[in-house]
Nanobody, 116 residues
Framework: VQLVESGGGLVQAGGSLRLSCAAS????????MGWFRQAPGKERELVAR???????NYADSVKDRFTISRDNAENTVYLQMNSLKPEDTAIYYC???????????WGQGTQVTVSS
């Protein structure tokens, strides 16, 4: 199983980034996919999740700014991040959760840095 994130980088406050996570080795369409983040000295937190049926939920801190989506034909999940703030700075991790949450997989993470 591999989850490979891309799209991180350095951006000014107010800017946008789009993260991608390409999955292999799983039945992608059956998995709930999520984005988590971890800032220095803080615990990893859920940013957004999309179910196999494309229902979504977001952390309050990113609602109306971030959008999660999935392309089952490409086995890829995306996170569109707009109006970025310095407090969004973190390592962003892709997560796959199998049906009934029996198994979870993680990507290696991608750094997002937002300068003020």
């Amino acid at each position: 199983v591999q989850l490979v994130e891309s799209g991180g980088g350095l951006v000014q406050a107010g800017g946008s980034l789009r993260l991608s996570c390409a999955a292999s080795g799983i039945r992608f369409s059956l998995n709930a996919m999520g984005w988590f983040r971890q800032a220095p000295g803080k615990e990893r937190e859920l940013v957004a999740r999309i179910t196999s049926g494309s229902s979504t939920n977001y952390a309050d801190s990113v609602k109306d700014r971030f959008t999660i989506s999935r392309d089952n034909a490409e086995n890829t999940v995306y996170l569109q991040m707009n109006s970025l703030k310095p407090e969004d700075t973190a390592i962003y991790y892709c997560n796959a959760r199998s049906p009934f949450a029996t198994t979870e997989y993680w990507g290696q993470g991608t750094q997002v840095t937002v300068s003020s």
